[in-house]
């Protein structure tokens, strides 16, 4: 049960460098997340998309990028790496979202550990 | 402003003691209470969803309870394989009709043998 695949495990970037984390889910799930966790902070969400060709912003948007272009990809670019960006991020998908039913759990990824130097 | 708050931050427990894991909320019409496990290294795991007031949910040792403002994770008898940070979540409106899960900070717990 492979569920929600994030690549790579670990990266390290120069400052000003950019980079695509890489997220696939094979849940035929609609909605997919990307959150960030640091020490002490919680997981906050980037980006999310409720289907393919749909994105929007979540909390703390500024310096990622993202797209949808299947159902079963969400890729996270980051742009001019900067040390603000150094972060445990997740993947995460869902059936349903904000429903009072059942489907709207969120599944993540194992994460990606990312250092700006 | 929805939030979502989580006590104690940290708590060491004796094998075999058992105790409460806080997690309380001020959302606007809920839409379901999330509690997930997370280990050192690992993405959060699922472990329960409640969606109303008096629902109680159990999982090995661990039960999840559910009021109007707070839910409860007790853990009964914990071995030390029950040691992670535990994260609660609610979902918030965020506009435009969607909601987003707010987390709380996590509970660390810590079981020694």
């Not at chain 1, 696939?24 to 966790?37: E, G, I, L, S, V």
């Not at chain 1, 640091?38 to 797209?67: F, R, W």
């Not at chain 1, 059942?102 to 994460?111: D, H, K, L, R, V």
Request: proline share 5%; aromatic share 12%.
């Amino acid at each position: 049960n492979a569920g929600v695949t994030q690549t790579p495990k670990f990266r390290i970037l120069k400052i000003g460098q950019s980079m695509t984390l890489q997220c696939t889910q094979d849940m035929n799930h609609n909605y997919m997340y990307w959150y960030r966790q640091d020490p002490g902070m919680g997981l906050k969400l980037i980006y999310y998309s409720v289907g393919a060709g749909i994105t929007d912003k979540g909390e703390v948007p500024n310096g990622y990028n993202v797209s949808r272009s299947t159902t079963e990809d969400f890729p996270l670019r980051l742009e001019l790496a900067a040390p603000s960006q150094t972060s445990v991020y997740f993947c995460a998908s869902s059936y349903r979202q904000g429903s009072s039913q059942s489907g709207n759990t969120i599944y993540f990824g194992e994460g990606s550990w990312l250092t700006v130097v | 402003e929805d939030q979502v708050t989580q006590s104690p931050e940290a708590l060491r427990l004796q094998e075999g003691e058992s105790s409460s894991l806080n997690c309380s909320y001020t959302v606007s019409g809920l839409r379901g209470l999330f509690w997930y496990r997370q280990d050192p290294g690992k993405g959060p795991e699922f472990l329960f969803t409640l969606y109303s007031a008096g629902e109680e949910k159990e999982k090995e040792r661990l039960k999840a309870t559910l009021t109007k403002k707070e839910s409860f994770l007790h853990i009964t008898a914990p071995k030390p394989e029950d040691s992670a940070t535990y994260l609660c979540a609610v979902p918030a409106y965020s506009g435009a009709g969607s909601y987003q899960l707010t987390f709380g900070k996590g509970t660390k717990l810590s079981v020694i043998p």
